[in-house]
């Protein structure tokens, strides 16, 4: 039997993303490996991206539709300031993303994306997407390689064990700032360990009412 390797226009380049949403604030992170198979292709690439001013995207998938995701927004973005003279709010730029995404819903782009900002109140919000642009608003998410480990222990420390016990949460998560941030970075140290395509460097953006503020955390690069 003849054996052939099928082309495809897509490919997985892994790594993780993680937003948690607050009172007042947004932490949204990522690591910086980017792999292919059983190859890491770089070990400094970051999959945040600024898209407004109060809104931040953290995505993972494969990168190259990533990057004309992000240049597609970019433009999108630059229309709407120039009609409306102002930034757009990240509730909006949600829905932007949304329409973006399920515009190619034929030949999609193979994103899997996590939007973290401020809303009009200055509350902390985070949506999370599929490839198609279904999204929701949450108080915390992860996509990616190690959302499958991450996830699960999110959900053990941030939500009720039952809504019959408890009622249910506003979409944003009792924690403090730091608080939050210690709890990424637990988050990255553990997935690292069991997840190949997570790894090398922890990226954190946090979003305040004082503005953006970047932080990194090394992790193990084997």
């Not at 980017?34 to 690439?45: E, F, H, N, Q, V």
């Not at 829905?95 to 782009?109: D, M, W």
Request: with cysteine.
């Amino acid at each position: 039997m003849k054996q052939q390797s099928n082309w495809s226009p897509y490919d997985n380049n892994g790594g993780t993303c993680v937003a948690i949403a607050g009172a007042d604030y947004c932490v949204i992170a990522a690591d910086t490996r980017m792999s292919t198979g059983y190859s890491i292709l770089t070990r400094d690439y970051s999959k945040i991206c600024q898209l407004a001013e109060k809104s931040v995207m953290a995505s993972s998938g494969f990168q190259a539709d990533v990057r004309a995701l992000q240049k597609v927004l970019a433009a999108r973005h630059l229309i709407y300031q120039h009609q409306h003279n102002k930034q757009m709010s990240c509730p909006a730029m949600a829905q932007l993303l949304s329409n973006t995404l399920y515009y190619k819903r034929f030949f999609p782009y193979y994103a899997f994306n996590v939007l973290g900002g401020l809303d009009n109140e200055g509350k902390g919000c985070v949506f999370t997407y599929d490839a198609v642009g279904s999204y929701e608003r949450v108080g915390y998410s992860s996509q990616g390689s190690g959302s499958t480990l991450i996830m699960p222990f999110l959900d053990n420390q941030l939500k009720s064990p039952s809504p019959l016990l408890l009622s249910a949460q506003d979409a944003v998560t009792p924690l403090s700032e730091l608080e939050a941030i210690d709890l990424v970075k637990t988050c990255f140290a553990s997935a690292t360990e069991r997840d190949i395509y997570t790894g090398d460097k922890l990226e954190i953006v946090v979003l305040n009412a004082d503005g953006i503020r970047r932080e990194h955390m090394e992790l193990r690069k084997d």
